[in-house]
C-alpha cells in the first residue's frame, strides 16, 4: 500500500488558470506538509498542519490555500497560475512534529 | 538567517569505495538532523537520523557523523553501490513543526 499518494502526477496548464492537487497518507500520521521543489533541487516547506489545523505558513503567496478536510488529507489548491509556479510539489506527514517525514511522489507542475 | 548545507555540489566515486557527504548548518539550536535520498523522479527517502545529544550513529552501510562544535553533519556510505546514485539532502529541526533542508548533494556512483 503507497503510504504518501499525490495526484495527478504530472500537471500541465495554462497561466491564469486554478488548479488543485491532492494528497493522502495512511500512516495514521497527525502531522502534513507541502514543499515546493525548484530546478536546482532546493526544497522548501510551504505549509503544515497539524490535526486539520495550520501551523507553519511560509511566505508563500496567497494565491495557494491549503486545505485539510481531515488528518488524512491535505489538499492545494493554486489560483491564477504563474510561470514561476512551475516546479515539483511534494506532500509529507510525519507521526510527530518534526520527526522523520515521509514524502510523496511529488507533483510535477507545468506552467505555461 | 536559516540555512543548512551547500548548494548542490556534485559528488563522483567509484563503485565498491566509500563516500562522504558534508552538511552545513547554522541554527545552534537544532536538536534534530536527518539525512534523506531522492532518487529521480521520487520523493525524499529517511536515511538515518541523529539527535543532537549523539555524534555518531550507525546504520546499514550508512554512518551520520554530527560536529556540533563547528555545525556540521555528514553522511558516510560505505561500499557505495550503483543504486546510491540520488541526491541526498540533510536536514534540521528544532523541536518544531519546521524542517529546514539543505541544498542537496547529487552522488554519481562510477560502475
Known amino acids: 500500500d503507497t503510504a504518501v499518494s499525490q495526484t495527478p502526477k504530472y500537471l500541465v496548464t495554462q497561466m491564469g488558470n486554478d488548479k488543485s492537487i491532492k494528497c493522502e497518507q495512511n500512516l495514521g500520521h497527525d502531522t502534513m506538509y507541502w514543499y515546493k521543489q525548484d530546478s536546482k533541487k532546493f526544497l522548501k516547506i510551504m505549509f503544515s498542519y497539524n490535526n486539520k489545523e495550520l501551523i507553519i505558513n511560509e511566505t508563500v503567496p496567497n494565491r495557494f490555500s491549503p486545505k485539510s478536510p481531515d488528518k488524512a488529507h491535505l489538499n492545494l489548491h493554486i489560483n491564477s497560475l504563474e510561470l514561476g509556479d512551475s516546479a515539483v510539489y511534494f506532500c509529507?506527514?510525519?507521526?510527530?512534529?518534526?520527526?522523520?517525514?515521509?514524502f510523496g511522489p511529488g507533483t510535477r507542475l507545468l506552467v505555461l | 538567517g536559516e540555512s543548512v548545507g551547500l548548494h548542490l555540489p556534485t559528488l563522483s566515486v567509484q563503485e565498491g569505495d566509500n563516500s562522504i557527504i558534508n552538511c552545513a548548518y547554522s541554527?545552534?539550536?537544532?536538536?534534530?538532523f536527518i539525512w534523506y535520498k531522492q532518487e529521480s523522479g521520487k520523493g525524499p527517502q529517511f536515511i538515518i537520523d541523529i539527535r543532537s545529544n549523539m555524534d555518531k550513529r550507525q546504520g546499514q552501510r550508512v554512518t551520520v557523523l554530527l560536529n556540533k562544535t563547528v555545525k556540521h553533519l555528514s553522511l558516510q556510505i560505505a561500499a557505495t553501490q550503483p543504486g546510491d546514485s540520488a541526491v541526498y539532502f540533510c536536514?534540521?529541526?528544532?523541536?518544531?513543526?519546521?524542517?529546514?533542508f539543505g541544498a542537496g548533494t547529487r552522488l554519481f556512483v562510477k560502475a
Open positions: 541554527n545552534s539550536a537544532s536538536d534534530y
Open positions: 536536514a534540521e529541526n528544532t523541536g518544531g513543526f519546521k524542517t529546514i
Open positions: 509529507a506527514s510525519s507521526q510527530v512534529d518534526g520527526e522523520t517525514q515521509y
